[in-house]
């Protein structure tokens, strides 16, 4: 889990400020006191106050993971607590048009989510073709035998046995054959 986890750099940790900003008003503040209101006065429709609720413990989930850099985890979250939360809000916004700069905030968490989610998957992805990518290019180790290394991405040219050069001394000092030629072609007959 810790390898796809990355340090948050400072976009990241604005986005997560303005998300925190966004659910205090719309998902802590408005959503407690629209819960109140339909639990103990307007028991009628108590269902809106279950949405809300249930859509405020989801976005609260979301924002724990994103501040703990699980955002493939947090984003699901994000979504399905975005979409109960904006259902019963909308109910409220048609009722009062004046609602609106209550609820709508949260659609900054929505944003922020997808923002983090996004980023955070371009990471991965860049990561795993780097990984690829250093994998295919890196020298293999040949089936011919161990300690052999063959590297399929570069041409090489084998390399030349080297003449070792005798220095002068060496020349000079080697023997002479003590017989001469027409010795020799007798030997060999």
């Known amino acids: 889990m810790n390898k796809i986890r ?9 986005l997560k400020i303005v998300a925190t900003v966004a659910f205090l008003w719309s998902g802590f503040f408005w959503s407690g006191v629209t819960i109140l209101n339909f639990y103990m006065f307007n028991t009628d429709e108590s269902y809106r106050a279950t949405g809300f609720l249930v859509a405020s413990i ?3 989930i979301s924002l724990v993971l994103m501040f703990l850099r699980m955002y493939i985890i947090q984003f699901p979250f994000c ?3 975005s ?9 409220l916004i048609d009722a009062i048009e004046s609602y609106t700069m209550r609820y709508i905030p949260e659609i900054a968490i929505l944003i922020v989510s997808l923002i983090l989610f996004i980023l955070h998957m371009a990471r991965v992805i860049s990561r795993s073709m780097g990984e690829k990518e250093t994998f295919n290019t890196s020298p293999a180790e040949s089936i011919i035998g161990e300690g052999i290394t063959v590297n399929y991405h570069k041409e090489e040219k084998p390399a030349k046995a080297k003449k070792e050069k005798k220095s002068r001394k060496e020349k000079k000092s080697q023997p002479k054959p003590e017989y001469s030629l027409d010795q020799e072609n007798k030997i060999d007959e």
Do not use: K
């Not at 990355?6 to 604005?14: E, G, H, K, P, Q």
């Not at 979409?83 to 109910?91: P, S, T």
């Open 6 to 14: 990355y340090d948050d750099w400072a976009l990241t940790i604005f």
């Open 83 to 91: 979409v109960v939360y904006l259902i019963q809000a909308g109910e």
């Open 79 to 81: 979504v399905v607590g």
């Open 58 to 60: 989801f976005l609260l």
